[in-house]
Every structure is written in structure tokens, then in C-alpha cells.
């Protein structure tokens, strides 16, 4: 459950520099508010809809009520992070977060009581911060126990050695986890190469011997040292009260005594970087890639927007310049760019991703080139305006969501002021392409970067990071914006979710109109078409799947490149299938999503691009644990035959069908199968039902596939019970699976109780379930791991399956582990208050999931293929209310049994072999 941050985002996607456009909120009246503070309890500022608080010992206290959605986020940031830590006592601040699950003398069982309650929770570590958050169903008993449960385990958490010896090898286990990636191994050795003597050279991990041997006494004292309420901010966004929720903040957090301590300073700055560096690494794997990092200043600095820009331009897909230098001449088939530290001064990174068996070297070579020469070409208006239109958006949609906003925060918290959020997105408007090339010419210098080799030099060209302004400096201009009110309070209970909708039928086209005030008059759309039956699909699955993925490469209208602008400029996010837009946009953005759907031409570029990332991909995934055991499940339990779209295949087999697609078979399929045979279209948010009906009609009408639609039967078939295992040399952790089919379908009267039993198993209950509690919580053998029920709703297939990660050497005493809990659960049953538990966290988990209007419009796409409404949801909801232990009980022995589950083991067999060794001596 808990994550580690380490500053880096690595992804291969690009990814966007932090500019807020805009935000609307429902809120009290600070001012009014002001008038009746707890005593003691100051009111600092106020901007558009968020207000700050201090209480007299330190802690700041910022207040977001929203009232569109009935949930709450409750997040507190702590200013540190792993550039806090000292010799010998690297990833302590990540060990630390894991820590405070442990409990109190107060809250003995953390994880049992978000269980109960149903509350998504987690708590992250980066160079900077750590944060722990909780969202949930607002009420004012699981609000005032989520800031009493934070006050609490603030000052009293247990740190105690029990814990650490367990839950040192779980932290183990995630950066063995970490280890089998070839990104997250290159990014750690580039980080600890750029910098010499700054803690963010440390990945926030740590490094494994620091992990496995730090100190309880040593962990105590960063905890008593950093957490206390003078280090901390938190912060309630959502739907509550402001008078209740501050009398309960002081009441809870206000007791605590201010410290008399004081934070060591840190007086460590990083020398001016004299030369090129760089770092190979070499490992067994199946991808390449390149990364090269750049120094720059602090956050607050005026050139890490500009530099931010500057990464955009250079490397988001469709429009950057690398992806077009460089991926659509076929030299990597992907770029991508990230950044880390905020606080002082940290790096840009600019990478790509190279097809096994190609030059490396000459990729890197393009790169660079790409890069340092960008400050020789200003960026254009449209460059400009393009990042700065998809930031804004990006943002827009942030602070239009409370339980988003919450935990961003966390990031300009750690920076000085959460308002330097707001300053942020104002000046990032205003940069300009004098100040981008500027920056360039500045920092993207060859002694400026870390990348290959060091190569020494008499007339070095070095780069001076200046020192950023001063967090006053930066903020005396500043002038919030007025706040502005909009959105409905919605009840998301099934009734009224099938009270409030409008269903119709147009042609074979089934409808559902929610209307309904939004933060934003924000639109969710889901659309799912059926085309075709099993006959005329055969052989067509990898041919199928590429016509839907190049869907939005190109049209007759339209380039790739074009298209990516129109739905910008709709402020589109999501795909053509499943998006949000706005009640302005929206019927530009269907009469878009039609076009691009009838009018796809599929560009022979895109293709060959997408046949590259592909088979790059599929190759990648060769000798990794997870999908060498996963595809020999898919095969094992395989019911269909070869040519069914349905049908699982070896990694060759899947190879040498994408090898084998030709555009002009993609072409014919999109003539021969696309158009409403049988579909059905669900829209929630703020929109207008009639004129949304007549656009619908405009568009998809008369536009009918040439292939009739029959529903595919799904079959299961009996399967040998098999235990298989495969070596994946030089992986750090490993995989167990396993797996039994079931004859069920969700309509089954035993199938709540058999949830329900899942939920508690491993299927629902996280860090509390059966199976965690003994791997996770007990042991120390997984980071992660869990139990899955899958049935029809149809047709009678199903399956009950586990999964778990451990180091190899590990792998024994998991599978034993999980054995026997299996063995124990079936013997002696779940307990009256583990089923009270699940019902609690289990109904309101699923009335969570009402709250988001995507997952309404989805929800009502399936409800319209399956011929139910809400109305089934409620009925399952009462199903699962009703339940009593003897049942649930009676159906996990009836459907559940270890003889017939298949295991599948993938990992080191060289680690698992000499931890055997070293055992039986």
C-alpha cells in the first residue's frame, strides 16, 4: 500500500511541468468564519476557496469544503524527506511512513479500521516530504477519527523493534521490486553520478544494506525529531463542516505540546558541475535506454518553468521535437523527460527508449544533438502555446477535484507555502520563448550534464546554478484570485442514480443521460461498441487491436498532430471511448470522436511506429517474473483455439502475429467491421439532454456495421492441476500465481457470500486481509500481494486466484505461508467481526465508486449491455448487508479448494537455490 517517491516520475510518457489554471470551489466564508476560531486558533490567508489556519503549537492547518461530492481527503505533510537523512541511514524516512501503519496504544490496528471504514489510504516518501492521506465516504464519524487517528499517531506511534524486524524485509522487497526495472536501476545510478555530495544524489529508497541494518534507536529519534506539529501541514478537502471540523483539529492536534527542539540546518551545496559524467550499467535484460540529466536550479527559481517548457517541447508525443527527429525516423522508438528535486537545486532529465540490438551509442549521439541544439532554435508561438494550453487543463481539472488537490499540495507544501501553487500557474503563463531559449543556452550545456563517459578538458564550459530568491521575494507581488461557486450536492445512491437518468433507444444505440451540476460543468462520456461474432473474427484479434489503437493517428480530416489540438482545445482527457469534456464542448468533442471513428485513414508511419513500441514491448517483457508467469497461466487455463481473439499465446506466437499485420489488413477491418451494430452511450455531468440527443442522432445515425454482432460464448474448460516454475536470472524479486477455475456467474445466489469471502481473504481488505496480514504484516516476506474472484455475468466462467512478490530467496517460505492460510481459513472459517469488517469496508467502497461520474457512465454502459439499472447494484448491496458468517463461511469451503490450484512460480532459481543451501546447513 505504501509508495515511495523518489522525485523522479520516471514514465515513457512525457511528462507535464506543474501549471494550475484557474480553480472553483464550494466553500464557507473564511471571514465568517473567523469570528468563532477555537481559542488560540489564528486564521493566516485565504486563496480561491482554500483557507489556512495555525494553530499556537506550529501546526498549519489548511481547510477545502466542497460539497459536490460526498467523500473527504485528509492529508498531513511532514517537511521531510529522504534529503534529510544521514550517513548510513538512507530510505529511513521510507521506512519510517511504513512504520506508522503499526499502530498506537490508542490505535493498535490501524488497518483494521480503514478496513472497516472503506478507506482508500496510503502514505508517500520523497526527496522532500512525506504525506500520509486518507479518503473516504464523508460522516462525521469517520472524519473525526481520521484527524484523531493523524494527532494520535504524530507523537505516538510504536516504532518498535518487533515491527522493524518484519517490516524492514517488506521495505527490502519493494527495492528488490525496484531492481527489475532497467529504468528505476539507470535512474538511481544517474542520480548518485550527478550529484557528489547532496543528499539528493540518494534515491529515496535507500540503499539495501542501509535498509536491512538501520538502528530502532536511530528511527526513533528522526521520528521524535521530524514528526511533530511545528514540521507539519495539514490539510481536509471535501465535504464538512469548517466550525466542526477546527473545534476537532484543535481539540485533537492541539494538545499536542509545541516542541522545544530545533531542525538541524543543512548547509551542504552542490559544486558547479566541471564536465561531462557518465554512468553505464549492464545487466541481463531486453530494452535499451538513454538518459541524460541536466542541473538546474531550485524550484522557486524563474528558469525551472522555463526549463520545464523546454522539456515539453522538446519531448511530448505527437508535437515534441525529439519525437519527431527521433521517433518518426525509426533512430528510438520513444522519448520521454522527468525532473527531480524542488527544494534546492536538481536535475532535468531527458531520455529514450532504443530497440534491442541497435546502436545505443548512436542514439545517444541524436539525442544529445537534439537536445543542445534546441536553444539555437527558439520555440514557436504554437510550441509555446500548445504546452502552456495542456498545462493549464491539466490543472484545471486538478482543482476541480477536492480529492486530487489534497494530496498535490504535498509537493508546494515542501516548497515553503502552499500558495506558491497558485503564484506557480500565473507566472507559468507568462513565460516566454526569449526566456525558454534563454534558459536552454544556460543550462543545457555539455559540462553541465551527466549521460556517458567523463571526458577531462582544459577549457571547461561549466554552468552557474544560481541561488533562488527568497519565498517572500517571490510572493510580495501576489494577488489571489476571487473564488468562484458552482456544482450540485449529488446523492450517488442507485435509486437516485436511476431516478435522475434518462434512458432511450436510437437505432441500435441504447442511451443514458444523467444530467447533473458539476466542479467545472464537467462531462463524463463512456461509449462501447459491438461489432462481428466469432466466425468473422477469427484470426482478426492483433489486426483488431491495432485498428482501435490508431484510431486517433490520423483521419481525412485530420493529422495525428491535429487531432491531439482539437481535443485539447475541447479540453478532452481519456480516449475516444471513455473521455470528460465540458458542457460547451461537448457536442464539438462527439461530433469529433464520430468523425475520427468513421474517417479513421491509418497514416503508414503511425503504424510502423506502433508496430515498433510494440514488439519493442512484448520483447522487454521476455525474462521478466511477472509476465513469463502470467502468460503461462493464460496458457495453461487456455479454453479457446488458436485464431480466437479469445485465445492466449506464447510471446513468439504473439510476435510473429504482429510481425505478420499489414496496414492495408488494418484498412479492411475498419471498412468491414466499424459502426453501431449493437453499442450503447452513457453521459454524466453538466450538459443540456435534447441538444445532446440531436448531436447523437447527427452523428451516429444511419452508421451501422457491415458485420452483424452475435455475442462470443464464453467457455471454461477443465485443466490438470500443474505446479510449473521458470528461471529469470538476475531479477531481484520473483512472482508466485496461482489459480482454480470456477463455474459461477454474479447472479449465483452463492456468489455475495463467496465476495464477500474473497474481500477478507485477500480480495479487498489491503494490509488487513488474511493473506497480507501473514506475507506482509507478520512475516516481512512481500511488499505486495492478494487474492482475486472473477465470474460471469453471463455465461458460467469464472476463476479464484493469488498473487504475491517476494525475493527469491523468499519464494519457500511464501508459497508455505500461503498454503497454509488457505488451510486455515477453509478449517476454521472468518470470524463474525472479519464479516463485519468487509461489509463495512466493502458497501462503502462501492458507494465511493458511485461518486465519480466516469465510473457512473461505465457503469451504465454494462447495465445497459446486461438489460439491468442501479437498481441491481442496490440489490447486491442488500445481498452482501444481509450476509451471516455461516454463509460466507460455507461458501469459501464449498467453491475453494487448494488440491485443484495451478501454481506458477517465476524468479531467480540460482537465489532461491542458495538460500535453500544455506538453510538446510
Excluded: C
Excluded at 467523500?71 to 521506512?95: F, K, P
Excluded at 481520521?146 to 494527532?151: I, Y
Excluded at 524542488?342 to 532504443?354: D, K
Excluded at 441491481?872 to 460455507?890: C, G, P, R, Y
Amino acid at each position: 500500500m505504501h509508495s515511495v517517491r523518489s522525485g523522479i516520475q520516471l514514465s515513457l510518457k512525457p511528462v507535464l511541468r506543474a501549471l494550475v489554471l484557474g480553480g472553483v470551489f464550494l466553500f464557507t466564508a473564511p471571514l465568517a468564519l473567523a469570528d468563532s476560531l477555537p481559542k488560540g486558533v489564528s486564521q493566516v490567508s485565504s486563496v480561491e476557496g482554500i483557507t489556512e489556519y495555525r494553530l499556537p503549537n506550529g501546526l498549519r492547518v489548511l481547510l477545502m469544503p466542497d460539497a459536490t461530492k460526498p467523500t473527504v481527503t485528509v492529508n498531513i505533510t511532514y517537511l521531510v524527506g529522504s534529503r534529510h537523512e544521514n550517513y548510513g541511514e538512507t530510505g529511513m524516512a521510507h521506512l519510517l511512513e511504513h512504520m506508522l501503519f503499526k499502530g498506537t496504544p490508542n490505535n493498535p490496528k490501524i488497518t483494521e479500521e480503514f478496513n472497516k471504514r472503506g478507506m482508500r489510504m496510503n502514505g508517500t516518501t520523497s526527496l522532500d516530504r512525506t504525506n500520509y492521506f486518507e479518503l473516504f465516504q464523508s460522516s462525521d464519524d469517520n472524519l473525526k477519527w481520521a484527524l484523531e487517528l493523524e494527532a494520535d499517531r504524530m507523537v505516538n506511534s510504536f516504532i518498535a523493534k518487533k515491527d522493524l524486524d518484519t517490516e524492514m524485509s517488506v521495505v527490502r522487497n519493494e527495492y528488490e521490486g525496484g531492481e527489475n526495472s532497467p529504468g528505476s536501476v539507470l535512474m538511481k545510478r544517474l542520480q548518485s553520478v550527478a550529484y557528489d555530495w547532496h543528499n539528493y544524489g540518494n534515491s529515496t529508497i535507500g540503499n539495501r544494506s542501509d535498509i536491512e541494518n538501520v538502528k530502532i534507536e536511530n528511527l526513533q529519534a528522526f521520528y521524535r525529531n521530524y514528526y511533530q506539529p511545528d514540521n507539519a501541514v495539514l490539510m481536509v478537502a471535501g465535504k464538512f463542516e469548517q466550525e466542526k471540523v477546527l473545534q476537532w483539529i484543535n481539540a485533537s492536534f492541539g494538545k499536542i505540546a509545541k516542541p522545544t527542539r530545533s531542525l538541524p540546518q543543512f548547509w551542504t551545496v552542490e559544486p558547479t558541475q566541471d564536465g561531462e559524467r557518465s554512468v553505464v550499467v549492464r545487466r541481463k535484460g531486453d530494452v535499451q535506454l538513454v538518459m541524460i540529466a541536466y542541473k538546474v536550479p531550485a524550484g522557486l527559481h524563474k528558469d525551472r518553468d522555463a526549463l520545464g517548457l523546454a522539456n515539453s517541447i522538446l519531448t511530448t508525443a505527437p508535437h515534441g521535437r525529439l519525437h519527431k527527429q527521433l521517433v518518426e525516423t525509426g533512430k528510438v522508438v520513444q522519448v520521454f523527460s522527468s525532473s527531480l528535486g524542488q527544494v534546492e537545486p536538481g536535475i532535468n532529465v531527458i531520455g529514450a527508449v532504443v530497440k534491442k540490438g541497435e546502436s545505443v551509442e548512436a542514439a545517444r549521439d541524436a539525442l544529445l544533438a537534439g537536445i543542445e541544439d534546441f536553444k539555437n532554435s527558439p520555440p514557436t508561438k504554437d510550441e509555446l502555446d500548445r504546452q502552456k494550453r495542456n498545462n493549464a487543463n491539466y490543472y484545471e481539472k486538478l482543482l476541480n477535484n477536492h480529492e486530487s488537490i489534497g494530496i498535490s499540495m504535498s509537493e508546494y507544501i515542501a516548497m515553503g507555502d502552499w500558495r506558491y501553487l497558485f503564484k506557480d500557474r500565473d507566472d507559468g503563463d507568462n513565460v516566454s520563448a526569449e526566456q525558454v531559449t534563454a534558459a536552454a543556452k544556460r543550462y543545457l550545456v555539455r559540462d553541465n550534464r551527466t549521460v556517458g563517459m567523463f571526458i577531462p578538458e582544459d577549457n571547461p564550459q561549466r554552468a552557474e546554478v544560481p541561488a533562488a530568491p527568497t519565498m517572500a521575494e517571490v510572493m510580495k507581488d501576489f494577488k489571489p484570485k476571487a473564488a468562484t461557486l458552482t456544482g450540485e450536492a449529488f446523492d450517488p445512491a442507485p435509486a437516485n442514480i436511476d431516478k435522475r437518468t434518462q434512458l432511450s433507444t436510437m437505432g441500435n444505440l441504447q442511451l443514458a443521460l444523467l444530467p447533473k451540476k458539476t466542479r467545472g460543468e464537467t462531462v463524463n462520456v463512456s461509449l462501447s461498441l459491438h461489432w462481428g461474432d466469432e466466425k468473422s473474427l477469427f484470426k482478426k484479434g492483433t489486426i483488431s487491436g491495432f485498428a482501435g489503437s490508431l484510431l486517433a493517428t490520423g483521419t481525412s480530416k485530420y493529422s495525428r498532430a491535429q487531432l491531439s489540438d482539437e481535443m485539447s482545445k475541447l479540453k478532452m482527457s481519456g480516449g475516444l471511448y471513455s473521455f470528460q469534456t465540458t458542457r460547451a464542448n461537448l457536442p464539438a468533442a462527439l461530433e469529433l470522436v464520430a468523425h475520427v471513428l468513421k474517417e479513421a485513414n491509418y497514416p503508414e508511419t503511425e503504424f510502423k511506429q506502433a508496430l515498433e513500441r510494440t514488439l519493442v514491448a512484448l520483447e522487454a517483457s521476455r525474462n521478466e517474473p511477472v509476465a513469463v508467469a502470467s502468460r503461462a497461466v493464460g496458457l495453461h487455463f487456455n479454453s479457446y483455439p488458436k485464431g480466437d481473439m479469445r485465445a492466449a499465446v506464447t510471446l513468439d506466437e504473439a510476435l510473429e502475429e504482429l510481425r505478420a499485420v499489414k496496414l492495408e489488413d488494418i484498412k479492411a477491418f475498419h471498412q468491414d467491421f466499424y459502426g453501431v451494430s449493437k453499442g450503447e452511450l452513457s453521459i454524466v455531468g453538466d450538459f443540456d439532454v435534447d441538444s445532446t440527443k440531436q448531436i447523437v442522432s447527427k452523428v451516429f445515425d444511419g452508421w451501422t456495421s457491415k458485420a452483424p454482432y452475435t455475442r462470443m460464448v464464453g467457455k471454461r474448460s477443465d485443466v490438470e492441476v500443474v505446479r510449473k516454475t521458470f528461471n529469470t536470472p538476475d531479477k531481484e524479486s520473483a512472482i508466485y500465481l496461482s489459480r482454480m477455475n470456477l463455474s459461477m456467474r454474479d447472479d449465483d445466489a452463492d456468489f455475495p457470500a463467496l465476495r464477500v469471502a474473497n474481500y477478507i481473504f485477500g480480495g479487498g481488505a489491503g494490509l488487513n486481509s488474511r493473506l497480507l496480514e501473514r506475507i506482509r504484516q507478520k512475516e516481512g516476506l512481500s511488499y505486495g500481494g492478494s487474492s482475486n474472484l472473477s465470474v460471469g455475468e453471463i455465461d458460467r466462467i469464472g476463476s479464484f486466484s493469488i498473487n504475491a512478490t517476494a525475493a527469491p530467496q523468499n519464494l519457500a517460505k511464501l508459497e508455505i505461508a500461503i498454503k497454509e492460510e488457505l488451510e486455515r481459513a477453509l478449517k476454521d472459517g472468518f470470524t463474525a467481526e472479519e464479516l463485519a469488517k468487509a461489509k463495512s469496508g466493502l458497501l462503502q467502497q462501492r458507494l465511493q465508486a458511485r461518486t465519480s461520474d466516469g465510473a457512473l457512465a461505465g457503469g451504465w454502459n454494462s447495465n445497459l449491455y446486461l438489460n439491468r439499472n442501479w437498481g441491481w447494484s442496490q440489490a447486491m448491496d442488500d445481498k452482501i448487508q444481509a450476509l451471516t458468517v455461516e454463509q460466507v463461511n460455507e461458501a469459501f469451503r464449498r467453491y475453494i479448494d487448494p488440491a485443484k490450484m495451478s501454481i506458477f512460480i517465476a524468479g531467480d532459481e540460482a537465489k532461491a537455490k542458495a538460500a535453500a543451501t544455506a538453510a538446510a546447513k
